[in-house]
DNA sequence: CATAGATCCTGTATGC
DNA sequence: TGCATACAGGATCTAT
């Protein structure tokens, strides 16, 4: 579920039932899920169990776990970090359920008979651990976090600076939308959305946009991300869910993305679809006028 | 250096 | 029915 309103829907039902809670035990299923923990397995796990989790934070799509041990006192010097990737979950189950298809890991708790779910079908998503470092403004970001921008929601996120970057790239404004260390939290969806909504093609060029064009993108970014979390998020079907499984309305909102071939509700134009890094855009091709066609380099 | 495209994986839907 | 192909919410590597 991986765009911000959805990891975000991940983190507050995270928040509330990992909160103060004690790891008791560890199994990792797959060992691609913690591909990133260099150190394997078995340093993965005995490094988590015995921890407690005091909150739940998040940068963007990325979700991490501070880790607390018994006897330091101070804020936690590591985190577990998680990434749900194109099709992660983190569940809260019953031990005694039977163990989904595609569960990679497995966490369990003090005085709980519930456990965490790591299920990741797709597995781009993953989990591992990492060193908890300043974040510059009084907080603490994953080490493995440190390129994620701030995402446009966040109080401190820094606008000028989006828009100032933004116009220095000859790259298309959709890219620039997906590219996580500019704004984070955006992705294919919401980034479709918000085009939609500011009535700009995805295949303008950053540094063909004017200041205003930028500014009101973001507010476009900041209202289909509000209004999605809502929403419980957007889930097409049962991959994308919160940690008790249970799916956002938000695909009912969605203006472009998906809606190919039918009209758009501003001006009735058929959606159109094209192919876009391997996945697909949507677009309304009367509200959102195309870009000429980029020259190209030997002319 | 900046940019555009490919790639990691498993599953479902669709068409022949 | 069987098989091939296209596509899927992301991040990052690699050619040019």
Redesign the pocket.
């Known amino acids: ?3 911000l309103p ?1 990891v975000e829907v991940v983190r507050t039902g995270l928040q509330r039932w990992v909160s103060g809670r004690t790891i008791r035990r560890v199994d990792v299923l797959h060992p ?1 899920a913690i591909r ?1 923990h260099s150190e394997g397995p078995g340093d993965f796990s005995a490094r988590l169990t015995g921890a407690s989790i005091p909150y739940v934070s998040r940068r ?3 979700l991490w776990f501070p880790l607390a041990s018994e006897g330091h006192q101070g804020p936690a010097e590591q985190a577990l970090m998680g ?5 992660g979950q983190l569940l809260i189950v019953s031990a005694s359920a039977p163990p989904h ?2 569960l990679r890991v497995r966490m369990a708790f003090e005085e709980t008979d519930q456990e965490l779910h790591f299920v990741d ?5 993953g989990l591992h651990i990492t060193a908890l470092v300043d974040d510059g403004a009084g907080g603490l970001l994953p080490d ?1 976090a440190a ?2 921008a701030r995402d446009p929601l966040d109080p401190l996120f820094d606008e000028a600076e989006f828009i100032r970057r933004t116009r ?5 404004i959709k ?1 620039l939308l ?4 500019l704004a ?8 479709d959305e918000a085009l939609w909504r500011a009535r700009l093609h995805g295949r303008r ?3 063909s946009l004017r200041r205003a064009d930028v500014a009101v993108l973001l507010q476009a970014v900041r209202e289909v991300m509000s209004e999605a979390l809502a929403q419980g ?8 869910v919160n940690v008790n499984g249970e799916s ?1 309305y ?2 009912r909102s969605l203006e472009a ?2 809606q190919a071939g039918l009209p758009c509700s501003r001006c009735g134009a058929q959606i159109r ?1 094209e ?6 855009s ?1 677009w309304c091709p009367s509200c959102q006028r195309a870009p000429r066609r ?1 020259p190209s380099v030997r002319g």
């Open positions: 579920m991986p765009e959805e691609r990133r963007g799509k990325y990434h749900l990737g194109m099709s298809r595609h079908q797709r597995t781009f998503g493995a390129h994620i220095l790239r000859d790259v298309e890219r997906l590219d996580q260390t984070s939290g955006i992705g294919n969806i919401y980034a060029l950053g540094s998020g957007t889930s097409f079907d049962e991959l994308y956002g938000f695909d993305y998906g679809r192919a876009f890094m391997n996945r697909s949507f980029r």
